[in-house]
Structure formats: C-alpha cells, structure tokens
C-alpha cells in the first residue's frame, strides 16, 4: 500500500502522518507513507500510489487540477482531498474524490473519512484465489481490470499483468460476488473504477481500451456505474 500526503504546509503534513500512520497500521502489514511538499505532480507521475491525500491549495498549482489528472491514471488511486477551503466542495466533485476533510473540522471529518475508507479496503482489497500454471495465486479484487471468456478459459487482465485459467465467466462472478465487477458482453466483465467514461453502448478504460456494451447488459451497466458515485 503505496500512500502520499501532497500538502505545501510540513507541519500540517506531519500531524495528518500520524493520523494516516495509526489507522493503517491497524489493517496492513506494509505500507509506506511519503509527504510531498514541493514538486507535487513530478513526484506523483513517479511513482504508483494508491491513495492520495492532496491539498486543494497549492503553491503554484491547484489540487483539484493535480486530480484530473490523476483520474484519469492507470493505476486509479483513490483521492481524498483535504483543505482549508470549504467553499471548493462542490468544485472538486468534478474529480471525484473518495471524500473531502476539511481543516477546519479535522477531526471530526478524518474519523468519518476512517470509517468509509475501512469499509473500502473490506470489499476491495481482498484476494482472489486461483490456479495459474499449476500454483495458487492471489489477486486483489481491486487490481482486476477486465475478465474474458474464451473458450474454456478465464483471461484476468490485472494491474501485474495477465492471467489464465480454467473457468466460466458465470464462475468467476459468483465466486468475487462483488458489484464492483459487471458484465459488459457475454465475454467481457469489467471493474467500475477503471471505467473512464461510457459514451453511448462504449466503455472506455482508463487503460485506453474499448468495449462495446450489450444490449442485454447495458440496464444493469449504467445502475452499477451510477452507484458508484452514491458511495
């Protein structure tokens, strides 16, 4: 678990370490935390974190800005923006930020941040056990991208690249039982949170690639998308 406070204030960023330190420690064995203070989207572009906890107002550039971009990165780390000013709430919606901790009611907005992000990490980040070539391998449900049907086989595109095993697409959903999963096409099986956009009966993925949806499939495509952003 890769984690990155982006804030141009070090006293700050120390306080929220140690908030951000405690409660991790609490559900992984490994994690790193790095406080950015300068050079914010070089260091960021360098690196593969998983959740962001970035400042709106930065020195010599804006954090919701510093979002759009992130949003739109492969890896899709969760955002959580944390400032002073309240009054861009609404503005940095446009990112889609896991949650929004105001400073001046930091406490209170953290432990209820805590909260939902323990929730998140219960769905998301357990494993999914299969056999590939004979060995039991463990995915995150959360580094899953696409699942294909071909044949006889399952194709697992994921974030450490691509596996093949014996199953059924009908299989693989029961066994992830997660709506974090849908059916595309009768072949095809996608992560929500890697969906970039649905324009019309195309998916597109943060990876740049393309999918058609089903007509059978698409009802059920769009309630599980528009979920996502009732979290």
Avoid: C
């Avoid at 992130?70 to 009054?87: D, G, H």
């Avoid at 970039?196 to 499939?217: A, H, P, S, T």
């Amino acid at each position: 678990m890769q984690i990155a406070i982006v804030d141009d204030d070090p006293m700050f960023s120390k306080i929220l370490y140690e908030h951000i330190n405690t409660f991790m420690d609490k559900l992984f064995s490994k994690f790193n935390i790095d406080i950015i203070n300068d050079n914010f989207l070089d260091i960021l572009e360098d690196n593969d974190y998983d959740l962001l906890f970035l400042d709106i107002d930065l020195k010599e550039l804006n954090g919701i800005d510093i979002g759009k971009k992130v949003l739109f990165w492969k890896n899709n780390p969760l955002i959580i923006f944390v400032s002073s000013r309240n009054e861009l709430v609404f503005s940095s919606l446009s990112v889609r930020p896991f949650y929004f901790v105001r400073k001046s009611n930091f406490k209170d907005d953290l432990s209820t941040m805590f909260i939902l992000l323990k929730n998140y990490y219960k769905e998301n980040m357990i494993f999914f056990t299969f056999e590939f070539y004979g060995r039991k391998t463990d995915i995150f449900l959360k580094d899953i991208y696409t699942i294909e049907s071909r044949g006889h086989n399952i194709i697992l595109k994921t974030k450490n690249g691509e596996f093949t095993y014996r199953s059924t697409m009908k299989n693989i959903l029961d066994t992830l039982g997660t709506k974090k999963i849908v059916q595309i096409q009768k072949a095809y099986s996608v992560n929500i949170d890697y969906i970039k956009e649905i324009d019309k009966n195309v998916i597109y993925l943060k990876n740049g690639e393309e999918y058609n949806i089903g007509r059978k499939f698409k009802e059920s495509v769009m309630q599980k998308y528009k979920e996502k952003f009732l979290r």
